[in-house]
């Protein structure tokens, strides 16, 4: 079992920077695929980045070049920098895990909201 606690939301400007975290619990950490996934009002949950300890990435299209995932495996951490913040990011983001083996994440976080205005 892993257990994930996202914080560091807020509410930004249009332009701003956020940099959420999520602290995993659990002694293998490092095996886990971790990502990040956010979920707007009325809208379906969507992907926004993923990270292998090997230090392979993958970002959504909407984000890529603003936001950088990074993890920490000695602080079981996970970070997600989110630079030139615009209003249609805002949502709620949760963090997620996944073994190397699974092809869907099953362990989620309980969310951190994000505002931007404009």
């Known amino acids: 079992q892993v257990q994930l606690v996202e914080s560091g939301g807020g509410l930004v400007q249009a332009g701003g920077s956020l940099r959420l975290s999520c602290a995993a619990s659990g002694r293998t950490f490092s095996t886990y695929v971790m990502a990040w996934f956010r979920q707007a009002p009325g809208k379906e949950r969507d992907f926004v980045a993923s990270?292998?300890?090997?230090?392979?990435?993958v970002y959504a299209d909407s984000v890529k070049g603003r936001f950088t995932i990074s993890r920490d495996n000695g602080k079981n951490t996970v970070y997600l920098q989110m630079n030139s913040l615009k209003p249609e990011d805002t949502a709620v983001y949760f963090c997620?895990?996944?073994?190397?083996?699974?092809?869907?994440?099953?362990?989620w976080g309980q969310g951190t909201q994000v505002t931007v205005s404009a």
């Open positions: 990270s292998w300890s090997s230090g392979s990435k």
């Open positions: 997620a895990a996944r073994g190397l083996s699974s092809s869907t994440y099953e362990f």
